[in-house]
């Protein structure tokens, strides 16, 4: 195997100094598209390479070619989509032959792309055949359905400087940078190691008998990048890895941190891996089962075969360019204290092994993870991002109609964790915000949306630095409560209590007569009266308080969060 980029050239979008000020001159002249996180993991791949042969996001020609056969309109092998999604309102602000400002959060610009192509994207079809479902149980589908533009802009691009990266900078190298490494190390063959996760004992196994049967040093090369809901953070992560690192025999693996933004597209995301480590100078690539998994479906069934990566990707290995090494499932043999691959266990020996998501519940409900499983080390460090749910933070999440009893409830759990003291707390209520935070908003859909909203990311600031926030507003949208609700998830505990009194009942209580001025037609859009309420499906808590008193109704929210943890 060469150390041939993928399609020929290494690629490098990153234009000099004097081209870079020609095109910061440009940039104050033509629009500007502001990227997000994941965007820009794509646009910083393009630009340094490790997606050689491309130059750009994709035109529709190339992007349809992709589709359709898994190939550039050149030919060369290439297996997903890579392109810029806009949303229609930017999409009508651009044309074919402008030029536009790529930008981060921060304005800075990173890159300009002259754009070549536009147009509406196939969502439903391009889900179809890139992931082989519409399911939004598959998180990749969930991100092209419902988190990302309707439109598609294709085309080159000059890179003016690769995004920041603020943490971890000695552990960030671009192609070239690796490829001379690996040169002054004296390293000719180089097997490259994908991970969305710690390194447990059973991965760290799979990688020394990977350097074994390629007689090859390890780049250990890790998604810098929450992957997928649920996954560990990222730097929680890293600190992992680091401690692990000296568990390898000296100077034989380097860590280094990649900034993709995985599709957990199986086995065509598989490929796409091997070609990123190819452009990254490795000549061999280790492909286990599930490679690069969406997880399962509710039902418990898989969106692919657990081969499916391993067959494919070897398929291909000689079109890739790179060595597959394929591998099957490790499991931990008691009796030998050691892993093995499940097929080369001796007979009568006691086999343990413990899925990642199991051993995650273990470490979030402050259970304790068994020493065979993985490194002191990591325990510790995952111990230290991850405490047990009675020291985690949460947030209460109070939703239902006007006058069904959300404020009162909310001033009880308020008090009552004051008293139980340990945590700080804060109180979100409905009034409280609307007039501190979103004075401007009135009732329209859209201003609702924006307000609550707001309430979701204080109380994610507040989840994630271990504090209870307690919400108490109508929030009558669905979909606007699952965002929040995945928000907060990443942090914490996320506990939705419908207070579901019916409206009847808040009717004939009217505490501040407002629905007798609804009624009467003096206020428009009242919720529950001429504005929708979309019932929770599946809340954590339901209350109809019109039989309860309001310490009651808020016992029933203790009582819950006793049960699931939070507090003891
Ligand atoms: S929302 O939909 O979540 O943004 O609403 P929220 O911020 O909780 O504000 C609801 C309170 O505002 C008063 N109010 C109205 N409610 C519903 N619809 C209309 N059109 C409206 N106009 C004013 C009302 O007193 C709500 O208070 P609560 O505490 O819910 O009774």
Known sequence: FSWDAHGGTLVNLVVDEERAQVLKDLSQGIPSLTLNGRQLADLELILNGA??????????ADYESVLDRMRLQDGTLWPLPICLDVTEAEARGLEPGQSVALRDAEGFM???LHIQDIWPADKEREAEIVYGTTDTAHPGVDTLLHQSGTHYVGGTLEGVQLPLHYAFKRLRHTPPELRTLFRKLGWRRIVGFQTRNPLHRAQFEMTLRAMDQAKANLLLHPVARRARPGDI????RIRCYQAVSRYYPPNMMLLSLLPLAMRMAGPKEALLHAIIRKNYGCTHFIVGRDHASPGKRPDGTSFYPPEGAMELATDLQEELGIGILPFEEMVYVMEEDAYMPASEVPPDTTVRSLALDDFHRRLREGKRVPEWFTFPEVI?????????????????????????GKSTIARILYARFLEMGGRPVTLLDG??????????????????DINVRRI??????????????ICAPIAPYAATRRQIRRL???????VEVHVATPLEVCESRD??????????????GFTGIDDPYEPPEAPEVTIDTTELTPDEAAQEVLLFLERAGYIK
């Open 51 to 60: 997606f050689s042969p491309l130059r750009g996001f994709m035109t529709s």
């Open 110 to 112: 990173v890159a300009v």
């Open 233 to 236: 953070d990222y730097y929680t």
């Open 380 to 404: 510790e460090e995952l111990q230290r991002g991850y405490p047990p749910r009675h020291k985690q933070g949460f947030t209460i999440f109070c939703t239902g109609l006007s006058g069904a």
């Open 431 to 448: 009034d409280i915000v609307r007039r501190n935070l979103s004075s401007e908003l009135g009732f329209s859909k859209e201003h609702r």
């Open 456 to 469: 979701g990311f204080v109380a994610s600031e507040i989840t994630k630095n271990r504090g209870i926030a």
């Open 488 to 494: 907060i998830e990443n942090y914490g505990g996320f």
């Open 511 to 524: 505490r501040k007569g407002l629905y007798a001025k609804a009624r009467a037609g003096l206020i428009k």
